[in-house]
């Protein structure tokens, strides 16, 4: 069982920039790969960014120019620094862990809200 536990949202103005913090239970060089994710209110949850145990990145293509994943392995942590926020960027911010293959994203943290304001 992986425990995450996000921090860093909170309430920007458009523009603005925030870095989100996703602390891991369990090493992060054992899971295969750790993911962001975000849902808007009334919104499915979309995928935003991930990063393999090898270090291979992926983004969500209208976002990797503003987007960074990163992660620090002795801190079982991994970030998502986000940069030119817009109002549309508000919502929940989910990190999440797949133990087995790429996109098999079966942990979650209890998310952490992003409102970017005008």
């Known amino acids: 069982q992986v425990q995450l536990v996000e921090s860093g949202g909170g309430l920007v103005q458009a523009g603005g920039s925030l870095t989100l913090s996703c602390v891991s239970s369990?090493?992060?060089?054992?899971?295969?790969?750790m993911g962001w994710f975000r849902q808007a209110p009334g919104e499915q949850r979309e995928f935003v960014a991930a990063m393999t145990v090898g270090g291979t990145t992926d983004y969500h293509p209208s976002l990797k120019d503003r987007f960074t994943i990163s992660r620090d392995g002795a801190k079982n942590t991994v970030y998502l620094q986000m940069n030119s926020l817009k109002p549309e960027d508000t919502a929940v911010y989910y990190c999440a862990a797949s133990k087995i293959g790429k996109t098999n994203f079966n942990y979650w943290g209890q998310g952490t809200q992003v409102t970017v304001s005008l």
């Open positions: 369990e090493n992060i060089f054992m899971v295969s790969a």
